[in-house]
């Protein structure tokens, strides 16, 4: 089965950029959706099909895909941002597939 | 508005079944897949499978083959996840979310239940 590496965690101090990167065999030719998860709350969708950003989602909340990694980038981290971040694709057995997720810490 | 809104809190002995809902309300229920997805505690998350509510398809993820059986019922717009055999492992969040139908793998899940605490314990 297809499996999405990422990195368990990932701290920074506000107003820095955070990259939170989700490895995959050849990800690049499947479509990415990332979720923000905070605690004790259900998952909200914050960039999908790569880098498209649903309405509500600061542009602040960029995604990009290639090769074998795909990037979820926010820019001027803010506490507000604090969360747990995962990264999913549709596998071609029909199966969805989620990364490990990332913990971001804002120090 | 579009929601999904899922079932109370189950416990569970082991060896038991579990069923939950999903009801969805502010859009067309058959437009839609209707996904599963658990998370246990201080875990990620894990997909379990999905129903399309026009056609009755199901696809589960291997890890849960006859064990998980998602059904639907139109006429009142809810999915249920019905999971059997149950061990303390099967303790988690259930989740539901929605995702459009009109293709296999672009969109994303874009609405999500608010979950359901499944705790399995003699």
């Known amino acids: 089965s297809y499996v999405l590496t990422q990195p368990p965690s990932v701290s920074l101090a506000p107003g820095q950029t955070a990259r939170i990167t989700c490895g995959g065999n050849d990800i690049g030719s499947k479509s990415v959706h990332w979720y923000q998860q905070r605690p004790g709350q259900a998952p909200v969708r914050v960039v999908y099909?790569?880098?498209d950003r649903p309405s509500g989602i600061p542009e602040r909340f960029s995604g990009s895909n290639s090769g074998n990694t795909a990037t979820l980038t926010i820019s001027r981290v803010e506490a507000g941002d604090e969360a747990d971040y995962y990264c999913q694709v549709w596998d071609s057995s029909d199966h969805w597939v989620f990364g490990g997720g990332t913990k971001l810490t804002v120090l | 508005q579009v929601q999904l809104v899922q079932s109370g809190a189950e416990v569970r002995n082991p060896g038991a079944s579990v069923k939950v809902s999903c009801k969805a309300s502010?859009?067309?229920?058959?437009?839609?897949?209707i996904h599963w997805v658990r998370q246990a505690p201080g875990q990620g998350l894990e997909w379990m499978g999905r129903?399309?509510?026009?056609?009755?398809?199901?696809k589960y993820a291997q890890k849960f083959q006859g064990r998980v059986t998602m059904t639907w019922d139109t006429s009142i717009s809810t999915a249920y996840m019905n999971l059997s055999r149950l061990t303390s492992d099967d303790t988690a969040v259930y989740y539901c979310a929605r995702h459009i139908a009109t293709t296999v793998s672009l969109g994303g899940m874009d609405v999500w239940g608010q979950g359901t605490t499944v705790t399995v314990s003699s």
């Open positions: 099909d790569d880098s």
């Open positions: 502010g859009y067309t229920f058959t437009d839609y897949y």
């Open positions: 129903i399309n509510p026009d056609s009755g398809d199901t």
